[in-house]
């Protein structure tokens, strides 16, 4: 223990691992003090210092379990500093947990992914763990994805928009054999949100269209719109970009093709262009005009179908007379030849000809 004339503060190096420790639950570096010892300070890794809360605790927002970090705690009056390294360092980092990434699609879920370590032990077991900015609670990650060989090398955590706007994600390993560093990443969901473009409708007048789109994000509030927009039969126009709107007026009459894309402001993530979308917005005029040609058009069809159905019907009667011609009525031998006597009707047909012989029948009376 160091002693100086006004107090004593903490202990010396070689028994710092008693007197000066860091709680992961609370994420606290606390120490033991006696004396009137002021201007206490933490240093994390001789760069980023922190102030300490009633020169007995210097109290972090982020707190690294996996990798090895140097912290210090140094007093002004009297003039004295110590410090730990926390976690302890061991085992090998090539055996960790690599490569992590998370994404969020979408929705309301957060999925994490990441590859087993060159020199993990063919009996590695990896877990997943966070703990979010407003919080000391450590949560388990409960639905994995587990490779052929049974090795959990994914997760996907449901429910992340309860939680603060940023994780600290841990990825510890396990096996029988030796103790396995873990692998740890900040997430913050603004940045990680995989955006979308959103779809777009509109609304048509005389004089232009209206054009309108939603975003939806559960993380992020301030966009910024990039639209393409080509009319028919003309070169693509500038790109026009918008921020923190969702619609876009066009003076424009006719057809046109749009495209959007969507960048969040702050972290510049940004989603692919949409599909091209085809619009057509005509004025009451071309409305009008367009219905008259329309009506007219149908009007013409519909009298060249019956003048077309009409010659179709004289061509049918006519070869149905051709094939079947008509029966002529001969003449009643029975009766007599009084000028009341009647007559057959002999029909020769449209050739004016008989296709047939006709032989002349004299009725001669009995003896």
Same mark, same amino acid.
């Given at each position: 223990?160091?002693?100086?004339? &006004?107090?004593?503060?903490?202990?010396s190096?070689?028994?710092?691992?008693?007197?000066l420790?860091?709680d992961?639950?609370?994420?606290?570096?606390?120490?033991?003090?006696?004396?009137?010892?002021?201007?206490?300070?933490? @240093? /994390?890794?001789?760069?980023? /210092?922190? /102030?300490?809360?009633?020169?007995?605790y210097?109290?972090y927002?982020?707190?690294?379990?996996c990798?090895?970090?140097n912290?210090?705690?140094?007093?002004?009056?009297? #003039?004295?500093s110590?410090?730990?390294?926390?976690?302890? #360092?061991?085992?090998?980092? &090539?055996?960790?947990?690599?490569?992590v990434?998370? /994404?969020?699609?979408?929705?309301?879920?957060?999925?994490?992914?990441?590859a087993?370590?060159?020199? &993990?032990?063919?009996?590695?077991?990896?877990?997943?763990?966070?703990?979010?900015?407003?919080?000391?609670?450590?949560?388990?990650?409960?639905?994995?994805?587990?490779?052929?060989?049974? $090795?959990q090398?994914?997760?996907?955590?449901?429910?992340?928009?309860?939680?603060?706007?940023?994780?600290?994600?841990?990825?510890?390993?396990?096996t029988?054999?030796s103790? @396995?560093?873990?692998?740890?990443?900040v997430?913050?969901?603004?940045?990680l949100?995989?955006?979308?473009?959103?779809?777009?409708?509109?609304?048509?007048?005389?004089?232009?269209?209206?054009?309108?789109?939603?975003t939806?994000?559960?993380?992020?509030?301030?966009?910024?719109?990039?639209?393409?927009?080509?009319?028919?039969l003309?070169?693509?126009?500038?790109?026009?970009?918008?921020?923190?709107?969702?619609?876009?007026?066009?003076?424009?009459?006719?057809?046109?093709?749009?495209?959007?894309?969507?960048?969040?402001?702050l972290?510049?993530a940004s989603?692919?262009?949409?599909? #091209?979308?085809?619009?057509?917005?005509?004025?009451?005029?071309?409305?009008a005009?367009?219905?008259?040609?329309?009506?007219?058009l149908?009007?013409?069809?519909?009298?060249?179908? &019956?003048?077309?159905?009409?010659?179709l019907l004289?061509?049918?009667?006519?070869?149905?007379?051709?094939?079947f011609? #008509? @029966?002529?009525r001969? $003449?009643?031998?029975?009766?007599g030849?009084?000028?009341?006597?009647?007559?057959?009707?002999?029909d020769?047909?449209?050739?004016?000809?008989?296709d047939?012989?006709?032989a002349?029948?004299?009725?001669?009376?009995?003896?």
């Amino acid at each position: 223990m160091v002693h100086h004339a &006004a107090g004593t503060l903490l202990l010396s190096a070689a028994s710092s691992s008693r007197n000066l420790r860091m709680d992961p639950h609370s994420q606290r570096l606390t120490w033991d003090r006696s004396g009137n010892v002021s201007g206490i300070e933490c @240093i /994390k890794n001789s760069r980023q /210092k922190l /102030k300490a809360r009633e020169d007995r605790y210097c109290e972090y927002r982020v707190l690294s379990l996996c990798e090895p970090t140097n912290y210090t705690v140094r007093a002004a009056s009297p #003039p004295f500093s110590t410090w730990i390294l926390f976690p302890q #360092p061991g085992g090998d980092s &090539a055996a960790a947990a690599q490569n992590v990434t998370c /994404k969020t699609a979408g929705g309301d879920a957060l999925t994490c992914h990441w590859a087993v370590g060159s020199a &993990a032990p063919s009996d590695v077991q990896y877990q997943l763990s966070w703990i979010d900015q407003g919080s000391s609670r450590w949560r388990a990650c409960l639905n994995y994805h587990v490779d052929t060989w049974g $090795r959990q090398v994914g997760c996907r955590v449901d429910g992340i928009s309860q939680y603060c706007p940023e994780l600290w994600v841990h990825v510890f390993g396990q096996t029988r054999a030796s103790r @396995i560093p873990c692998s740890s990443k900040v997430l913050t969901f603004s940045s990680l949100e995989l955006l979308r473009p959103p779809n777009i409708t509109t609304r048509c007048n005389e004089t232009h269209s209206q054009l309108h789109w939603e975003t939806q994000s559960h993380f992020n509030c301030s966009f910024r719109y990039t639209l393409h927009i080509q009319k028919a039969l003309e070169p693509p126009m500038k790109d026009i970009v918008l921020q923190d709107t969702n619609s876009f007026t066009l003076l424009h009459r006719g057809a046109f093709m749009v495209k959007i894309k969507v960048e969040e402001v702050l972290s510049e993530a940004s989603s692919d262009w949409s599909e #091209p979308q085809h619009f057509a917005c005509d004025s009451e005029e071309e409305k009008a005009s367009s219905g008259i040609w329309r009506t007219s058009l149908l009007m013409a069809l519909g009298t060249l179908l &019956a003048l077309l159905l009409a010659v179709l019907l004289c061509r049918r009667f006519s070869v149905i007379q051709r094939v079947f011609p #008509p @029966i002529p009525r001969m $003449r009643d031998p029975t009766r007599g030849h009084g000028q009341h006597e009647e007559l057959v009707v002999w029909d020769l047909g449209p050739s004016g000809q008989e296709d047939c012989p006709v032989a002349q029948l004299q009725v001669q009376e009995e003896p």
